[in-house]
């Protein structure tokens, strides 16, 4: 060991891990540096780098402070007094409010040291706090299922008792509406509509689908990313219907021979609003209309809740908090590409930062972020709010989709020039990414000087842990779909779907699956030698790299997702 001075003071559990033979002092001072150096806590470095799993340096840390240690997964987390700590706190210090007695809360952390998670919360709560001691990787996802919890409970709790007819909707002031129709009074209609749009946000679907038949009229959500018929109202109520989603969202009722879009809010609370972007489609029976269901606390989830796997975290968060360049998100529509630019300019989102988005539209609106809804017929596209943009001193900025050459190359210049770009394409996966941007015409000097990193994503749907259950595959099969000798050496447990009362046939919500690729230089050398996806995708995976398919079999090994599932979000 260097006999030079640390400038850093370890704690009493990091000498704690070494006094108990889990780390060498050498290994121990140079995380605890390398983890200030971060600015991330002892304790995440140590599980991030896999030097120690969770439980031996929870079982540490409550012989070291005398704190009790508790196994989360005997708390009812939906019970926990969330309601006293701003959601904000228990994000930022990864402490989860466990219980109230008198004038005292109990709160779950995995870093003992955090002082200034206690005091924070002692100051913004008034009351005294003592801390309980839980495993790391099960505090994180308590925390995110806590909040899930929570929202949903909430939503319930605001409406469940309200009179559906008299619910606060309101609509966007459009030049389409139809004024003299605007006082449409069918009150089966209007509460009829008015449940469909609650439930559809209780049971936490993203679209509704109204849709006439010929001899058939029914209603769709679009949970976890399947859609499922819930309703199948009269077909002569149908009109009636499509009328008054019109008039919610300021269309011409009049007008059934184009498409048309709107939008409509609904007030839950003082605190939470609910937007559905509306459209109509003509068809054969009559106008189908779809709801997207516009949740801005779907972009509040945390990097934590995303399903990242460390390393991917690391490069992703490294990434963003580069001065300049470009990060590039690709995947299918519905593969959360959104959610994640948003938990990225979350974290961006200071006010020192200028921060500047357009979209088409809008689909998040977040405080202190400036955005912009495309609007081509007015000449407000990609390429000209871009320049725009950089006339404005930005330091970050989000384009929706780099759809066409001239978007691109601005979008290449700002990079270049000292400004953090972040958009999507919509490609397979990562390598693929960069030979899109090098047919579009992007000169490949252009793309290897500016591209910082790419990640590819799907969403798969999370198996029920209330009653998965294990499955049998003959070893062969395993191999073939992917899994090393290693792997199943060391003893490998596949779930599959059941569905009980607290899931959908199976499934509670969704996970996401990552390609994240970093532009190392020895990709940069093969973009500006011309190199094709395969040559870029072989390099990747020499740099360790996982693909879309590791990643996701990562999430089979951890019980998170079934087989079946991987293969249909991978199509492989």
Not at 208 to 228: A, Y
């Amino acid at each position: 060991m260097s006999t030079d001075q640390p400038t850093f003071k370890p704690s009493g559990l990091a000498w704690r891990l070494v006094r108990d033979h889990l780390l060498p002092e050498a290994q121990m001072l140079t995380a605890y540096e390398e983890a200030i150096r971060q600015g991330s806590s002892f304790v995440r470095y140590l599980i991030d780098k896999k030097l120690l799993d969770s439980r031996r340096i929870a079982v540490a840390a409550s012989h070291e402070f005398g704190i009790p240690l508790l196994d989360l997964s005997a708390i009812e987390l939906s019970t926990l007094p969330l309601n006293l700590v701003d959601e904000k706190l228990i994000r930022k210090h990864r402490a989860l409010p466990l219980l109230r007695r008198g004038n005292r809360l109990f709160i779950a952390l995995s870093d003992p040291t955090n002082d200034q998670a206690l005091e924070e919360i002692r100051f913004n709560t008034g009351l005294a706090t003592d801390p309980i001691l839980v495993e790391e990787d099960r505090l994180n996802t308590a925390i995110e299922n806590a909040i899930a919890a929570q929202d949903s409970s909430n939503v319930g709790g605001d409406v469940a008792d309200a009179d559906l007819a008299k619910l606060d909707f309101s609509a966007e002031d459009d030049d389409k509406a139809d004024d003299s129709e605007a006082n449409i009074d069918d009150a089966p209609i209007v509460r009829y509509i008015n449940k469909i749009l609650v439930d559809a946000i209780t049971s936490g679907a993203s679209d509704i689908h109204f849709e006439p038949f010929e001899k058939f009229f029914r209603i769709r959500f679009r949970q976890d990313g399947i859609l499922r018929e819930v309703a199948s109202p009269p077909l002569n109520t149908a009109g009636r219907l499509t009328a008054r989603l019109k008039v919610m969202s300021r269309m011409n009722i009049a007008e059934r021979r184009i498409p048309q879009d709107g939008r409509i809010r609904l007030k839950l609370s003082r605190s939470r609003d609910i937007d559905f972007r509306v459209n109509t489609l003509p068809t054969v029976y009559g106008e189908k209309v779809v709801l997207r269901i516009l949740d801005s606390s779907s972009a509040q989830v945390g990097i934590e809740a995303l399903g990242f796997e460390p390393e991917q975290r690391e490069d992703f968060l490294k990434a963003i908090k580069k001065p300049y360049g470009m990060i590039l998100v690709t995947g299918p529509t519905g593969s959360g590409k959104t959610v994640s630019l948003y938990t990225a300019l979350n974290l961006l989102n200071k006010p020192e930062i200028n921060i500047s988005t357009v979209e088409d539209p809008v689909e998040i609106q977040v405080p202190g972020i400036n955005q912009v809804n495309l609007n081509p017929k007015s000449g407000l596209t990609f390429a000209s709010t871009l320049r725009a943009f950089l006339r404005q001193d930005p330091d970050v900025l989000m384009v929706g989709e780099i759809r066409d050459l001239e978007t691109a190359e601005i979008a290449v210049k700002a990079a270049q020039t000292g400004h953090l770009v972040l958009s999507t394409l919509h490609t397979n996966d990562a390598p693929q990414t960069l030979t899109r941007l090098a047919n579009m015409g992007i000169a490949p000097f252009n793309i290897a000087s500016s591209v910082l990193l790419i990640m590819a994503q799907r969403l798969a749907r999370k198996l029920c842990v209330h009653c998965r259950k294990p499955v049998d595959i003959p070893r062969e099969a395993l191999r073939k779909e992917g899994f090393t000798d290693a792997e199943l050496d060391a003893g490998l447990t596949i779930y599959a779907p059941v569905g009980c009362e607290y899931c959908n046939k199976g499934y509670k919500g969704r996970v996401g699956i990552f390609q994240v690729m970093k532009i190392s230089e020895a990709i940069t050398r093969l973009i500006l030698q011309g190199g094709d996806a395969m040559q870029l995708a072989d390099q990747a995976q020499r740099e360790g790299v996982a693909d879309l398919r590791q990643s996701g079999l990562r999430k089979v090994k951890a019980g998170l997702i079934g087989l079946e599932e991987l293969n249909r979000v991978t199509k492989e």
